[in-house]
């Protein structure tokens, strides 16, 4: 796999692109994952349905409302240019895009590890002195901490192969497209060297798969922790 200065910059924009996303996505995660494991609330099972609609809904159906919501012609789209944060066709647009579409799998994963750990050590904890905060970061975190880390890597793993959303909301400027983009855009080139976008996709398939193999012996470690 002999690939070039360029194409090692794609991947590196890649991962910056797909790790701000997963950075973005971590808190909603943790907190929904939170909420959903602790309580029970009028609703929770409609709200858990809006939560989880990014896994399923085609991508360009993400990209097409992030069209919508910050167009140059709405309200919100206007302000954000003005102050110089634009988000379509701009690093930050597939940033959120990204963020949208690993969201579910995060969350999903932070409410399975924390739904594992026994909300009673929380209490025990407290009765010793901790607050509500200090028992959950001191006591729960911990236990549930390889889940969480399998979510974190299983959605940067969605955001660095994410496609439909980014090609809605991203520039096609050299240097600014990520992995996904890159070879969608060499294959609409006529002449590329397909070579070297061969090297592209098994980077690709190398970056996925370590990520997935990781998560994966992540969970099934903590798996046996639980048992």
């Not at 940067?156 to 090609?167: I, N, P, S």
Request: with cysteine.
């Amino acid at each position: 796999m002999n690939l070039t200065g360029y194409e090692w910059s794609v991947m590196g924009y890649s991962l910056l692109i797909a790790g701000s996303a997963t950075v973005l996505a971590i808190l909603p995660a943790l907190l929904a994952g939170q909420l959903f494991a602790r309580h029970t609330f009028p609703g929770k099972a409609l709200l858990e349905t809006l939560l989880m609609m990014p896994l399923v809904v085609p991508p360009v159906v993400i990209g097409y409302g992030l069209l919508i919501l910050f167009g140059r012609n709405t309200s919100l789209g206007t302000w954000l240019h003005g102050i110089g944060i634009p988000i379509l066709f701009a690093p930050a647009g597939m940033i959120l895009a990204s963020a949208i579409v690993a969201f579910p799998l995060i969350f999903r994963s932070m409410r399975a590890a924390l739904e594992q750990t026994d909300p009673h050590l929380e209490h025990h904890a407290r009765t010793l002195g901790c607050n509500r905060l200090r028992a959950w970061t001191d006591v729960t975190l911990p236990l549930a901490w390889p889940g969480l880390v399998s979510g974190i890597l299983l959605g940067f793993a969605r955001a660095l192969g994410e496609f439909g959303a980014t090609r809605m909301v991203a520039t096609n400027l050299p240097g600014q497209r990520t992995l996904a983009l890159e070879i969608f855009h060499q294959f609409e080139v006529p002449g590329s060297d397909l070579g070297a976008v061969a090297g592209l996709v098994l980077l690709s398939v190398f970056l996925s798969g370590i990520l997935l193999f990781t998560g994966d012996h992540l969970t099934r470690a903590w798996k046996r922790r639980q048992s």
